[in-house]
């Protein structure tokens, strides 16, 4: 039952922080409002539109971790590799993850609601196809490397993004982030432990497509939730 409780607690842990530093700019937003030269409903604006992409952050890693942690059991079990095929998928898998974050890099200095969109859809997708097509081997090889390049991708896109919505010190905002981070990694974990126990490896995989693609509806939804006037655009 205590080890049980060690990943519970520390996942209490990180929300605890998650929630402390999405929820103190609510009492320093007149300073903030000053530093940044803008009103406050403006500045509360900029901080709604921090915490949507913090949740993203949460979501699409969830989804990815409910799955990419349960790997070897939905290689081996659903689609029917050998043991020894694992290592090979997941350094092909560690190669794209490598290739996602150049990409991702290069993308979000151009286009950085694109890079985001683009990296949480193609997550999401192919999170849904492992369901889909767990049964074959070749597709499932592939998907596996092409959840390795989106979530690549999607770390400096969404870093990037953050970076520009981050309401005050970017230092903040980043050390936030990287909260969020973490706890879509123990969140995810978790709730792939129970869809396993409950369903299955393959449903694992169906889990985390549904959870990407809550963080890109959520993503798209930004816009209209947190509305940019005039005086917070940056030069």
Not at 85 to 100: C, Q, T
Not at 110 to 138: D, E, H, K, N
Not at 188 to 200: D, H, P
Request: hydrophobic share 60%.
């Amino acid at each position: 039952m205590g080890s049980r409780m060690v990943p519970l607690l520390a996942l209490a842990a990180a929300a605890f922080c998650y929630v402390a530093t999405e929820t103190m700019p609510i009492g320093i937003l007149t300073l903030i409002a000053g530093d940044l030269g803008v009103s406050a409903p403006a500045a509360g604006l900029l901080i709604t539109g921090y915490a949507v992409l913090a949740t993203v952050t949460t979501l699409s890693v969830a989804g990815l971790y409910a799955a990419f942690t349960y790997t070897e059991i939905l290689l081996t079990a659903v689609t029917g590799f050998a043991a020894a095929a694992v290592a090979p998928l997941l350094l092909a898998r560690g190669v794209a993850d490598f290739a996602g974050i150049a990409a991702g890099g290069y993308a979000s200095d151009r286009w950085q609601r694109g890079a985001v969109t683009g990296s949480v859809a193609v997550l999401a997708v192919s999170l849904l196809a492992m369901y889909a097509t767990a049964a074959s081997r070749p597709v499932t090889a592939v998907l596996l490397a092409v959840t390795g390049f989106a979530i690549g991708a999607l770390t400096p896109a969404l870093q990037n993004r953050v970076m520009e919505v981050a309401p005050g010190g970017t230092e903040m905002a980043s050390a936030g982030n990287s909260v969020a981070f973490n706890i879509g990694i123990a969140a995810g974990s978790l709730l792939g432990a129970a869809v396993l126990q409950e369903s299955g490896a393959r449903a694992t995989a169906l889990a985390g497509g549904l959870l990407s693609a809550a963080a890109l509806l959520l993503f798209l939804a930004e816009p209209l939730i947190a509305r940019r006037t005039p005086e917070m655009i940056r030069t």
